[in-house]
DNA sequence: ACAAAGTTGACCAGATAGGTCATAATTCGC
DNA sequence: GCGAATTATGACCTATCTGGTCAACTTTGT
């Protein structure tokens, strides 16, 4: 039960894109990587799974780069850990149809984990960020 | 981020402790194994990393087996959750110190799934399973 | 035309997970 | 004491996942 590499990529190039998107240019995926400390090879995989996912909008071509996909207040985290990790903690461990007492459980923490990503939007990571700049370094 | 089959082994090896333990008897790993649809030889392991972490006391030799190692209602999710995966989403994903701001939202987020986890007892669980017996084959 | 930048899929090495096997140590019942 | 039952322990195996790179292609601004 851990957030994943990948996916704690995409959050940061998320908020790092809501920081750097005041000029509405598109931002470079280099750029990301070296502001976030990401491996810029395999950022780009994961910026085209937020496309996917219609987190993030691409431009092509020199000067090309990305945009988020909606306003940075709109966007919540569980979005984007669900658009890379899949559902939250499921589909289930042991897909058995067995122990649904405990199975039961497990939905209801799922529900939980949810409710709190789902309160926490990109914007705001990114005010955190913005008020102590040493912060996201 | 998700339930490891360890891990829901070892819940449903510790509910059947608590629906079995009526007679006092120590209840054989192999019969956990049966009643909970656990491969048996891959229990052994798992009982043995509970009674490490005290959730569970063995008595070795024939008409051996397995008890609790506290009252039902005095150990919680968390407690099994952690026996077996250790730190509740920690140790962090990338532990590169940077994005800090990110950092402290898992913070707050594994802090709240603990939290969840805490307040379910065995005892809980294994209440509803005797409750209504299918839910639990 | 050229360079900058996104798109895509193949590839790769190491870690992890799930699980088995063999062997030893312990203890009950006869 | 013997044998069966049962836990204890560590080696081992295999498939999948994860993190990451590479190369080739497409698009587009200057």
Request: charged share 25%.
């Amino acid at each position: 039960m851990n957030i994943s590499a990948r996916c704690e990529y995409a959050c940061r190039a998320m908020v790092e894109l809501a920081l750097m998107q005041q000029n509405h240019d598109p931002v470079a995926s280099s750029v990301l990587a070296e502001r976030r400390h990401i491996p810029e090879k395999y950022l780009v995989h994961i910026l085209l799974q937020l496309k996917r996912a219609g987190l993030v909008q691409s431009v092509r071509g020199a000067q090309g780069g990305y945009r988020l996909g909606r306003l940075p207040e709109d966007i919540t985290l569980l979005e984007v850990v669900q658009a890379i990790d899949g559902p939250v903690l499921d589909p289930l461990p042991v897909n058995d149809g067995q122990s649904l007492d405990l199975r039961a459980v497990w939905k209801e923490t799922a529900d939980s984990i949810a409710g709190e990503l789902r309160q926490i939007s990109i914007r705001e990571v990114a005010d955190r960020a913005a008020a102590s700049p040493m912060y996201y370094i």
